[in-house]
């Protein structure tokens, strides 16, 4: 099952994996049972970002989405991804990504009352982009550039408003 992210793997993973991980899980959880799944995973990770749809998500609610899965059936989860919802900026061909098309995904953004600051990468984030890996986002430079582009062209159109601009140091 495809789940929409922007991931490229071409070699399929070890499968060995599976077995190893689950066994120092099941070790874990068994001394630690308080914790949800999501808890342990985001714990295990420690991630530079916090993930609190993951750290605080019930594990019946997940227990319902694993099940989804398993059937190819749509989740029954309370809430749908992202890459479920908006168009697959991170996926799709250049030639794909129109001003129309990103207009949607800003009308999206605008009915679920989002508040974060759009930018190129915070729209490849949305769907599941790995930004935090330096190899991919490098071989993105066109598509944020078109990103960009258009969303400078909806701001001219009245549909966004500029309200951060910083600098980067040069390396």
């Known amino acids: 099952m495809n789940l929409g992210n922007c991931g490229n ?22 001394t630690n049972p308080d914790f949800r799944l999501g808890q342990i995973i985001t714990v295990a990770t420690r991630p530079i970002k916090p993930h609190p749809s993951t750290f605080y998500i019930e594990d019946d609610e997940l227990l319902k989405g694993l099940v989804a899965l398993n059937s190819n059936q749509p989740s029954q989860t309370s809430q749908k991804a992202y890459w479920e919802i908006y168009p697959n900026v991170c ?9 129309d098309l990103i207009e949607q995904y800003i009308s999206l953004l605008s009915k679920e009352k989002f508040e974060g600051i759009i930018t190129p990468i915070k ?12 190899n991919w986002m490098a071989k993105q430079s066109n598509r944020i550039t078109k990103l960009r582009s258009i969303l400078l062209f909806l701001k ?16």
């Not at 071409?10 to 077995?19: A, E, F, G, P, Y």
């Not at 991980?21 to 068994?30: D, M």
């Not at 729209?123 to 330096?134: E, F, R, S, T, Y």
């Open 9 to 30: 793997h071409k070699q399929m993973r070890d499968t060995n994996r599976i077995k190893i991980l689950i066994n120092e899980l099941g070790k874990f959880w068994e």
């Open 91 to 99: 996926r799709i061909e250049l030639n794909e990504i129109t001003d």
């Open 123 to 134: 729209l490849m984030d949305l769907n599941g982009a790995p930004i935090d890996d330096k």
């Open 156 to 171: 001219n159109m009245g549909r966004l408003v500029e309200v951060e601009i910083g600098y980067q140091i040069k390396k």
